[in-house]
């Protein structure tokens, strides 16, 4: 009789894992998909880039990407990562005031993470400026 009530007991746990998993992203996650090079405050020479937040939070931890750089190590503390909370937006440091302006920030962190996981044989995401600026629909 145990036996046959383990298997049912270990996939509600795994289910539940996955709920949990499920709901914790999405406390702490921005869109699902957003898009960048976008702003009124930017002068835009491309389409929109979507981009999947979503995906990349499944690859990679936060402070991978969101950064504060003080004598070469980020001192960015996570827990300001919040939706809604626009000090983490990378307008906010990358603007046209910025020694790295938005389009030098984003094709540096992005294609440069693309590049850095082909070369290491790893699946990675685009590095041509026609794969990330699609056309208008």
Do not use: W
Not at 47 to 65: I, K, R, W
Not at 80 to 87: F, M, R, S
Request: net charge negative; with cysteine.
């Amino acid at each position: 009789m145990i036996s046959n009530k383990r298997p049912m007991v270990l996939a509600t746990a795994i289910c539940l894992a996955f709920i949990g998993l499920g709901l914790s992203t999405i406390s702490f996650a921005q869109d699902e998909e957003m898009r960048l090079n976008t702003g009124e405050d930017i002068t835009v020479q491309r389409t929109a880039v979507p981009f999947s937040h979503d995906l990349h939070m499944g690859l990679y931890e936060c402070l991978d990407c969101h950064h504060d750089y003080k004598d070469g190590a980020n001192v960015l503390d996570e827990d300001t990562l919040e939706e809604g909370n626009p000090d983490v937006r990378c307008a906010t440091c990358h603007n046209d005031q910025a020694d790295l302006d938005r389009q030098k920030a984003y094709h540096r962190q992005c294609m440069g993470c693309h590049i850095d996981t082909r070369k290491a044989g790893e699946a990675s995401g685009p590095e041509m400026c026609g794969a990330c600026h699609l056309p208008e629909d």
